[in-house]
């Protein structure tokens, strides 16, 4: 969005930079769709009342796994990418101890066929929740776009002239606020605050919560291994406040000798924001850092997360990552990706791999193979594209919301 971006290259005026080679955030979408304004309002009802009622499906089907007593929580982050979406749960549906888990779908956009997704889950309790400040619900309007909002390339100058209403805001680079890239940071976060604060069946909830998106694919021992990797945190380093399934890095060579080693490593964002998992303890100190969340320059959720690490956080953050990745990136072209999407091939390829590798699945025991020197990361470049007073106001708003 500004300032130079990962490559050294100058900045594009009218893109953000690319910041990293397989990026995990939802796509932003160039028009959601847009609904008549009394339909605008029906839906933001809708959205609150499910957000309020907060109805698990298939919670008969589990009756000894009610939701509640779910040990692990997983949270998808859900834009619009239906196919990537189905190759997730496809990959869930293989995943064995899967009816342990309770699924939480949580979304940006109302989509009938995001919905029938979601209602062919018959493998695990399932709890959609709706981001209730989207931009299909805004659409002309903040956090939407107002048509009164300054024009993002116009000029702090210009701005003030125009009378536009966020003239006094633009960003470190001197661009205005584009709703399409705001809307990431804003969900992760208010869905990170609903999910630990507000989902009645979580409230006793003592085990990991696993952050994934919808274009993440999961190995078929995910839940068997995030269990171990968990029980060696409490054993080996407590102090190991993420735990992550794994890295974009692509594995080279077969997993035998591999599959059951773990590595020890100072947490970075661009390596390990990727089916990240972490307990309350750590949620509780994070929520603390809200402001600095939430007025952090940058529209990106998770370099924020690294300047958290160092700037407001106790300490920075420690991770496990088992050697041989369990999850998998099925969408090289989300935010920051021009290149078209061609899911099913990637998941094709992920299969292949972990099909010709099954024997090393599911390992008995992990053990901590690497343990590398740790020092706090600072990003190494701001992005931008969070400089308007409104988004941060909006954002530190969540903790007294509903």
């Known amino acids: 969005r500004g300032g130079t ?11 953000p930079p690319p910041r990293r080679p397989a990026a995990n955030a939802s796509a932003a979408s160039p028009a959601p769709p847009l609904l008549a304004e009394n339909g605008t309002l029906s839906y933001r009802s809708l959205v609150y009342r499910l957000n309020f009622d907060q109805p698990v499906r298939n919670a008969g089907r589990f009756p000894a796994r009610s939701a509640a007593a779910a040990d692990v929580v997983l949270v998808v982050q859900v834009h619009d990418r239906a196919e990537h979406l189905r190759l997730l749960l496809e990959s869930l549906r293989r995943a064995a101890g899967v009816e342990n888990v309770l699924l939480v779908l949580s979304h940006d956009l109302w989509a009938e066929e995001l919905n029938r997704l979601a209602a062919r889950v018959d493998f695990c309790p399932v709890l959609q929740v709706f981001f209730p400040f989207s931009i299909q619900l805004y659409p002309h309007e903040f956090p939407g776009h107002d048509p009164r909002d300054c024009p993002r390339d116009v000029g702090k100058a210009a701005a003030l002239r125009l009378g536009c ?19 990431t940071k804003h969900h992760w976060w208010w869905k990170l605050h609903f999910v630990w604060e507000r989902v009645r069946a979580l409230r006793e909830h003592a085990g990991p919560v696993l952050f994934l998106e919808e274009d993440h694919y999961l190995a078929p021992d995910f839940y068997h291994v995030l269990k171990k990797l968990w029980a060696l945190r409490e054993r080996e380093c407590p102090e190991c406040q993420i735990v992550s399934l794994g890295t974009y890095s692509p594995v080279r060579g077969g997993f035998a ?8 490593k100072t947490w970075k964002s661009t390596e390990h924001n990727m089916g990240m998992a972490f307990g309350r303890d750590t949620y509780q100190k994070l929520i603390e850092c809200t402001d600095a969340f939430c007025t952090y320059d940058d529209y990106n959720w998770d370099w924020t997360l690294q300047h958290l690490t160092v700037s407001c956080l106790p300490k920075f953050w420690k991770v496990l990552v088992p050697e041989i990745p369990r999850i ?7 935010m920051h990706h021009k290149k078209s999407c061609r899911p099913s091939t990637q998941s094709a390829k992920i299969d292949s791999l972990l099909n010709s590798n099954q024997q090393y699945l599911f390992p008995e025991t992990m053990s901590v193979s690497k343990r590398y020197s740790m020092a706090p990361l600072s990003p190494h470049v701001k992005n931008g594209g969070w400089g308007d007073i409104r988004d941060h106001e909006l954002c530190k708003s969540y903790r007294r919301l509903q």
């Not at 971006?5 to 009218?14: D, K, Y």
């Open 257 to 264: 000798g591999r599959a059951d080693k773990v590595e020890m």
């Open 328 to 334: 998998f990136h099925t969408g090289d072209c989300g």
């Open 165 to 183: 209403i966020n003239a006094e805001y633009p960003d470190s680079f001197g661009h205005y606020r584009e709703a399409r890239f705001s809307q």
């Open 5 to 15: 971006g990962t490559t050294g290259e100058p900045p594009r005026v009218s893109e």
